[in-house]
Every structure is written in structure tokens, then in C-alpha cells.
């Protein structure tokens, strides 16, 4: 079946613009992970969804980062007034509920900040 | 809180030797453990986890890794390493018992390599 989907997969943007990142879960999957992953590190944890609400977004770094899933399925991660900083990969991850479900992640989309 | 250390960013073992990927936790409680494989230009793929039970894992593609309590140390091994094998490794934690039961605390990566 079909994995976790990620638009775009390259996104380059110049500093101060907005930017929306997509993520298509995997059918049935009721939990939803964004991550950032740096150059050189491992993935970091921004927010995550259950169902259509954000159960935790404690990871996001600062207020110009907000992600939504109004029906529960489709997510996207919405950054405004871009800085340098925030180049890096996105990526998604599903799984079928919280917890000790595996998490199934996309291949990402790489963001440039010019 | 809770953090993953994994020793070494690059590892380069020959083909057909022992494959040891090291990582060691930090967790007030028993975590569960998780190992990811990302391979070039893909999506981070699960090995294998820890959550409860037999503290010896056997997952994907030959590997296995021990939970050791005493030690908090989850290492991931491999008796004979493939070119196939060749990519960048994660370990990540998880709190079980935590007000929000999903997100991932990944370590920073190890680079194998692996010669002919």
C-alpha cells in the first residue's frame, strides 16, 4: 500500500517569504509527527497530531511555525517570515495511533532559505 | 528528560564482519527503543523496537539490538555486513508514560560504511 507522501520534496524560498509543507499519511492512520531534521543530526521533534487536534506541539521553535490537519488526515506545516535557520529537512511520520505504534515516515521535503 | 547518545558518527566495517552501532539513553523510566535506517535520498525506515517483554530484538534485514537495563544501552548488531548495509542509523527513545505518548527522542546518527 501506499507509504507516507511528502510535497513538495525540494523547497527553495528566500528569507522572509512563507512556505507551506505537505504530508499524506498512510489510510487509516490516526497520529501524525512533524520533524526536523538538521544537517548532521538526528530528526527533531515539532508536533503531533491526533486525530484533527495538536496534542503536543511543544517542539515548535517559535510562533512563525504552525501545522494544521483540519479533517484528520492530510497535514501541512505552514512557516511564515522564513529565516536561514530554518533550512533543513522536514519530515512526516503516521502511525495507526499514539504510543508504541511505529511511526512510518515520508521521504521528506528539503527546505532552502536563500 | 530525556536524551540518546550514540557513539561515533561513522563506523566503516568490511564486508562479512561484525556490525556494532552503539547507543546509550538517558531516561528516568524504562523507554521504549527504537532503531531507524535511512538510506540516501528515503524516508527513515524502522529495524526494530523495544517496548516490553524479551529484551533481546531481532529485526529487519539480519539485525538485532539487546535492551540493557543496567547498561542504558540499546546497541544494534549485525553478525555479517552486507554493501547493502551501508547507510546512516538512528536510535531514538520514546517515554511510555509521558503526557504525550509519540513523539520520538532520535540520536544524532551513525554514518556506516562498509568496504569490499
Known amino acids: 500500500g501506499a507509504g507516507v507522501s511528502q510535497t513538495p520534496s525540494n523547497k527553495v524560498t528566500e528569507k522572509g517569504k512563507y512556505v507551506e509543507l505537505r504530508c499524506d499519511p498512510i489510510?487509516?492512520?490516526?497520529?501524525l509527527y512533524w520533524y526536523r531534521q538538521s544537517l548532521g543530526q538526528g530528526p527533531e521533534f515539532l508536533i503531533y497530531f491526533q486525530g484533527t487536534g495538536a496534542a503536543d506541539d511543544s517542539g515548535l521553535p517559535n510562533d512563525r511555525f504552525f501545522a494544521v490537519r483540519p479533517e484528520g488526515s492530510v497535514s501541512t506545516l505552514k512557516i511564515q517570515r522564513t529565516e536561514r535557520g530554518d533550512s533543513a529537512v522536514y519530515l512526516c511520520?503516521?502511525?495507526?495511533?499514539?504510543?508504541?505504534?511505529?511511526?512510518?515516515f515520508g521521504p521528506g521535503t528539503r527546505l532552502t532559505v536563500l | 528528560a530525556q536524551s540518546v547518545t550514540q557513539l561515533g558518527s561513522h563506523v566503516s566495517v568490511s564486508e562479512g564482519a561484525l556490525v556494532l552501532l552503539r547507543c546509550n539513553y538517558s531516561?528516568?523510566?524504562?523507554?521504549?527503543l527504537f532503531w531507524y535506517v535511512q538510506y540516501p535520498n528515503q524516508g527513515l525506515q524502522l529495524l526494530l523496537k523495544?517496548?516490553?517483554?524479551?529484551?533481546l530484538v531481532k529485526g529487519i534485514n539480519g539485525f538485532e539490538a539487546e535492551f540493557k537495563k543496567s547498561e542504558t544501552s540499546f546497541h544494534l548488531t549485525k553478525p555479517s555486513a552486507h554493501m547493502s548495509d551501508a547507510a546512516e542509523y538512528f536510535c531514538?527513545?520514546?517515554?511510555?508514560?509521558?503526557?504525550?505518548?509519540?513523539?520520538?527522542?532520535f540520536g544524532k546518527g551513525t554514518k556506516l560504511s562498509v568496504k569490499p
Open positions: 523495544y517496548t516490553t517483554g524479551a529484551t
Open positions: 531516561s528516568s523510566v524504562p523507554p521504549y
Open positions: 489510510s487509516g492512520h490516526t497520529a
Open positions: 531514538a527513545v520514546m517515554d511510555p508514560y509521558g503526557g504525550s505518548q509519540g513523539n520520538l527522542i
Open positions: 511520520a503516521s502511525s495507526l495511533s499514539q504510543g508504541r505504534d511505529t511511526q512510518y
